[in-house]
Nanobody, 122 residues
Framework: QVQLVESGGGLVQAGGSLRLSCAAS????????MGWFRQAPGAEREFVAA????????YPADSVKGRFTISRDNAKNTVYLQMNSLKPEDTAVYYC???????????????WGQGTQVTVSS
Protein backbone atom coordinates (compact mmCIF):
# COMPACT_ATOMS: atom_id res chain seq x y z
CA GLN A 1 0.00 0.00 0.00
CA VAL A 2 1.30 3.45 -0.94
CA GLN A 3 -0.18 6.76 0.11
CA LEU A 4 0.73 9.86 -1.88
CA VAL A 5 0.41 13.51 -0.83
CA GLU A 6 1.12 16.30 -3.30
CA SER A 7 2.13 19.86 -2.45
CA GLY A 8 3.55 22.93 -4.15
CA GLY A 9 0.67 23.97 -6.34
CA GLY A 10 -0.49 27.56 -6.62
CA LEU A 11 -1.01 30.59 -8.83
CA VAL A 12 1.81 31.73 -11.10
CA GLN A 13 2.12 34.06 -14.06
CA ALA A 14 2.84 32.76 -17.53
CA GLY A 15 6.56 32.18 -17.97
CA GLY A 16 7.03 31.44 -14.30
CA SER A 17 8.05 28.28 -12.47
CA LEU A 18 6.69 25.97 -9.81
CA ARG A 19 7.98 22.80 -8.22
CA LEU A 20 5.51 20.16 -7.15
CA SER A 21 6.39 17.57 -4.54
CA CYS A 22 4.80 14.23 -3.81
CA ALA A 23 5.57 12.55 -0.51
CA ALA A 24 4.99 8.82 -0.37
CA SER A 25 4.41 6.65 2.64
CA UNK A 26 5.83 3.17 3.04
CA UNK A 27 9.25 1.61 3.16
CA UNK A 28 9.19 0.35 -0.42
CA UNK A 29 9.06 3.69 -2.23
CA UNK A 30 12.24 2.90 -4.15
CA UNK A 31 10.58 -0.13 -5.74
CA UNK A 32 7.85 1.96 -7.37
CA UNK A 33 7.88 3.83 -10.64
CA MET A 34 6.33 7.25 -10.19
CA GLY A 35 4.34 9.51 -12.44
CA TRP A 36 2.56 12.82 -12.73
CA PHE A 37 -0.77 13.40 -14.46
CA ARG A 38 -2.96 16.45 -14.83
CA GLN A 39 -6.59 17.19 -15.45
CA ALA A 40 -7.90 20.52 -16.71
CA PRO A 41 -11.56 21.52 -16.28
CA GLY A 42 -13.75 19.65 -18.73
CA ALA A 43 -10.85 17.58 -20.00
CA GLU A 44 -9.67 14.04 -19.48
CA ARG A 45 -6.76 13.28 -17.20
CA GLU A 46 -3.52 13.24 -19.17
CA PHE A 47 -0.07 11.85 -18.58
CA VAL A 48 2.67 14.41 -17.84
CA ALA A 49 5.82 12.54 -16.88
CA ALA A 50 7.14 9.32 -15.34
CA UNK A 51 10.34 8.17 -13.70
CA UNK A 52 11.79 4.73 -13.06
CA UNK A 53 12.35 3.38 -9.58
CA UNK A 54 16.03 4.32 -9.65
CA UNK A 55 15.50 7.68 -11.32
CA UNK A 56 17.68 6.59 -14.21
CA UNK A 57 14.94 6.82 -16.82
CA UNK A 58 12.43 9.60 -17.29
CA TYR A 59 9.55 9.96 -19.75
CA PRO A 60 8.08 13.43 -20.22
CA ALA A 61 5.01 13.90 -22.40
CA ASP A 62 5.59 15.78 -25.65
CA SER A 63 3.49 18.69 -24.38
CA VAL A 64 5.91 19.38 -21.52
CA LYS A 65 9.23 18.17 -22.94
CA GLY A 66 11.94 20.76 -22.41
CA ARG A 67 9.89 22.63 -19.80
CA PHE A 68 9.06 20.09 -17.08
CA THR A 69 11.49 17.79 -15.29
CA ILE A 70 10.59 14.85 -13.10
CA SER A 71 13.01 13.67 -10.44
CA ARG A 72 12.98 11.68 -7.22
CA ASP A 73 14.82 11.37 -3.93
CA ASN A 74 14.42 7.84 -2.62
CA ALA A 75 16.00 8.77 0.71
CA LYS A 76 13.15 11.23 1.25
CA ASN A 77 10.40 9.12 -0.34
CA THR A 78 9.61 12.07 -2.57
CA VAL A 79 9.12 12.69 -6.27
CA TYR A 80 9.25 16.15 -7.79
CA LEU A 81 7.96 17.91 -10.87
CA GLN A 82 9.90 21.04 -11.75
CA MET A 83 7.78 23.14 -14.09
CA ASN A 84 9.39 26.00 -16.00
CA SER A 85 8.13 28.34 -18.72
CA LEU A 86 4.58 27.74 -17.59
CA LYS A 87 1.72 28.49 -19.95
CA PRO A 88 -1.97 29.16 -19.27
CA GLU A 89 -2.76 25.80 -20.87
CA ASP A 90 -0.78 24.10 -18.10
CA THR A 91 -3.54 25.08 -15.69
CA ALA A 92 -4.91 21.88 -14.15
CA VAL A 93 -5.08 19.73 -11.07
CA TYR A 94 -1.82 17.77 -10.94
CA TYR A 95 -1.82 14.24 -9.57
CA CYS A 96 1.02 12.07 -8.38
CA UNK A 97 0.80 8.36 -9.14
CA UNK A 98 2.70 5.17 -8.34
CA UNK A 99 2.90 1.67 -9.72
CA UNK A 100 5.44 -1.12 -9.60
CA UNK A 101 5.48 -1.20 -13.39
CA UNK A 102 7.10 1.66 -15.32
CA UNK A 103 4.88 0.86 -18.25
CA UNK A 104 1.68 0.86 -16.24
CA UNK A 105 2.53 4.05 -14.29
CA UNK A 106 2.26 5.96 -17.56
CA UNK A 107 -1.25 4.71 -18.28
CA UNK A 108 -3.25 3.21 -15.40
CA UNK A 109 -1.24 3.45 -12.17
CA UNK A 110 -2.53 1.69 -9.09
CA UNK A 111 -2.02 4.48 -6.56
CA TRP A 112 -3.03 8.13 -6.78
CA GLY A 113 -2.64 11.24 -4.70
CA GLN A 114 -5.43 13.70 -4.04
CA GLY A 115 -4.11 16.33 -6.44
CA THR A 116 -2.83 19.88 -6.21
CA GLN A 117 -4.12 22.85 -8.21
CA VAL A 118 -1.81 24.73 -10.56
CA THR A 119 -3.15 27.91 -12.12
CA VAL A 120 -1.16 29.87 -14.70
CA SER A 121 -2.40 33.38 -15.44
CA SER A 122 -1.78 35.12 -18.74
Amino acid sequence: QVQLVESGGGLVQAGGSLRLSCAASGRTFSSYAMGWFRQAPGAEREFVAAISWSGGRTYPADSVKGRFTISRDNAKNTVYLQMNSLKPEDTAVYYCAADQSLGVVRTTPKYWGQGTQVTVSS
